[in-house]
């Protein structure tokens, strides 16, 4: 695998493990902090620039954000400055007592700046679960 998808992965996991430990530091480690950044939460309007971003971030964090991410069909690519990861995420929230779990379809695109990666667009959009998958993830 060459050096430059390696490091790709690695920013990816960095900012999932951001979003997994609730880790506002790490977080701002890894996006670009500027006017070019967006993201889109399942669910949620475009944020435009870091500073809107951030404090999604930080009221999700506060929110008690998620309990667990799981990914699963990673796919990166490198192009020049640009690398993009696709995935899905596997997402259980704790609502009350009780557990769920959402699946997003997510992109994840990176610039390279400076020689370091950054996150510029983070979008996560739900997909739908069939009933029989909701029973067979509570099972689990």
């Known amino acids: ?20 430990n609730g880790d506002m530091d ?28 951030k404090e999604s971030w930080k ?14 069909e990673i796919n990166a690519e490198v192009s020049d400055e640009v690398g993009w990861i696709t995935c899905l995420e596997h997402i259980t ?15 994840n695109i990176y610039e390279r700046r400076h020689s370091k990666w950054h996150l510029v667009l983070h979008h996560a959009s739900p997909v739908p679960m069939r009933m029989k998958d909701v029973a067979e993830e509570k099972l689990q």
């Open 1 to 20: 695998m060459p050096d430059e998808l390696k490091e790709l992965l690695s920013v990816n996991e960095r900012f999932y493990d951001a979003l997994q």
């Open 93 to 107: 929230h704790k609502v009350g007592d009780e557990l769920t779990t959402g699946i997003a379809q997510t992109t």
């Open 59 to 72: 009221d999700i964090f506060d929110a008690g954000g998620p309990v667990k991410i799981e990914l699963s």
């Open 26 to 53: 790490l977080m701002e480690e890894v996006w670009l902090k500027d006017e070019d950044s967006r993201c889109v939460h399942p669910g949620w309007p475009i944020l435009i620039g870091w500073e809107s971003i």
